[in-house]
Structures are given as structure tokens and as C-alpha cells.
DNA sequence: CTGCATCCGAGCGGATACTG
DNA sequence: CAGTATCCGCTCGGATGCAG
């Protein structure tokens, strides 16, 4: 089973209902991604709130959730009080950080060209 | 230049309006890593209108805008009567497939892990 | 054959307030 | 401190019709 191969993987196996949508979604939210760099060492809901500027109570727990229902974070209750609750990357949400890895990587390396292609599109649609 | 080290990559890199947020928010949507999977030669549009099924017309024309628009997919007319179009990948495009092939076969690997937490996450839910 | 405009419903992210 | 509920606006995807 399966190391890469892959190239060809992208290109046989695509749909827009396979598990290619199963992890954009799961990622692809605006948060999850960051929440899951983030969590190198477990930290409690408050701890990660204030780091992730931007972000409010409710969409973070949503997404804490989310990632906890596919297994990616743990969630561990310490009663104490006030009631304490920490998060932790699963070894599941640990083995995630490569291939995204290589997507990210894959993204700074681009990230010129990219921004050059839209700007001259923009700019051509601007002239017309 | 960066063949990969990445791991670290994700845990000091990510921000959620950094590198990560520009390749998601191109690729993540429904049907755009579907396009780009069938672009392995040039296709014209209602070619590939036919061979994706459930997008509409519309939906189809902004997907290859945006892919177009960034850099990764190429387009072509061909003036003829009924005028036709050809798509394909750029350099670019290609590109891309090796870094996402890591993710989708990462997905693959783990699907039933992932599958069984969600069920098991539900069901301790309906349970209470 | 392609592309564009209009309309519409659904879902996500965000603001706010209240509870254990 | 952590979690839940309500409300709301915006964007995306989809349906449809019209035009080069």
C-alpha cells in the first residue's frame, strides 16, 4: 500500500464526491489549518483563542469540533476550577502536517508567479 | 531550490491570510481539482461539461475563469464556426499535481481511520 | 458552441448574549 | 474558563434565459 506512485493518483481517482473532498473539506475552512500548526504542544481553548488573531469563541470551537470528530485533536477535560480544557494534535492530525507540507511548500514556491498571473488578468480585463 | 524539510513549514508558517489561505481558496472549492485532474490533454468546454456530472454551465465558466485567471489552466479559441475553445493545463497546473498527490494519498491511507472517528464521535452524541 | 447576466437558496463565518 | 444558542450578512453553487 501506497507509498506515492502518486502523480497519476490525481488524476485517476478524482471526483468531486471521493476523498479528495473529504480532506478539502476538513481543511479547507478558514481555520483548521491554522488551530492544527498551532497545536505543536497541547493548549487549552482560551490559550488558542488569543493566538489566533481574528478568530471568535464560537467559529473556533466549531472548528475544534470538527477536528476532533475526525480524530485530527484530542480534547481532554482536567476538572479543576475554573474547568480547564486541553487540545492536542492526534498522531492522525500529526501525520496530516507532511503532505500538507508539501502543498504549502509547493504554494511559497509559486507564490510570485501566481500573483503575477492574476495581476496581468486583472489588468487586461481593466483594459477592455 | 526546497526540496522539502517541510514539516516545520506548516507549524511557523501558517496564518490564516499567509500562503495556505491562497492555495486552499483556489483549489478547495468544489469542482476546480476536478477540472484540473481531467486537463491531461487540451479539452474544449462542453467536453468537459459532459464529462463532469451534476456542474452546471455557469459554475463550469467561473471555475476555469479562476484557474485561468491564476496561471494553472490555459485558454485557447480557436476561431472556427460554432466557435470553439480549448483548456488545458499549464506548466503551472502540472505542477501542482505532485504536492496535491501527497494529500489525496494521504486521504486514501486514512480514510476508514477518519471515517471510524466521525462514526464514533456521532454515536457518542446520539448516545447521550 | 461559449459566455454572460440575473435570480435564488444554502451554508459558513462572525457578533452577541447567556449558562455551568 | 469553556460551551451553547440566536441572529445575520455574505459568498458560493446552482437554475435559467439571452447573446455573440
Redesign the interface.
Known amino acids: 500500500?501506497?507509498t506515492?506512485?502518486?502523480?497519476a493518483?490525481?488524476?485517476i481517482?478524482?471526483?468531486?464526491d471521493g476523498?479528495?473532498r473529504?480532506?478539502?473539506d476538513?481543511?479547507?475552512d478558514?481555520?483548521s489549518?491554522?488551530v492544527?500548526?498551532?497545536l505543536?504542544r497541547p493548549r487549552r481553548f482560551n490559550e488558542i483563542l488569543r493566538h489566533?488573531e481574528?478568530?471568535t469563541h464560537r467559529v473556533l470551537t466549531h472548528t475544534l469540533r470538527r477536528l476532533?470528530?475526525?480524530?485530527l485533536v484530542a480534547r481532554r477535560v482536567l476538572t479543576a476550577s475554573p474547568i480547564r480544557v486541553e487540545y492536542s494534535r492526534t498522531p492522525?492530525g500529526e501525520?496530516?502536517?507532511?503532505?500538507?507540507?508539501?502543498?504549502?511548500?509547493?504554494?511559497?514556491?509559486?507564490?510570485d508567479?501566481?500573483r503575477?498571473?492574476?495581476l496581468a488578468?486583472?489588468e487586461r480585463l481593466r483594459g477592455q
Do not use: C
Open positions: 500500500m501506497a506515492l506512485e502518486t502523480t493518483t490525481v488524476d481517482g478524482y471526483r468531486s476523498p479528495g473529504l480532506i478539502l476538513q481543511i479547507a478558514k481555520w489549518m491554522t492544527l500548526a498551532f505543536d489566533l481574528g478568530v476532533e470528530r475526525s480524530g492522525l501525520s496530516l502536517r507532511e503532505p500538507f507540507g508539501h502543498l504549502y511548500a509547493w504554494t511559497v514556491e509559486n507564490l508567479d501566481i503575477a498571473h492574476q488578468y486583472d
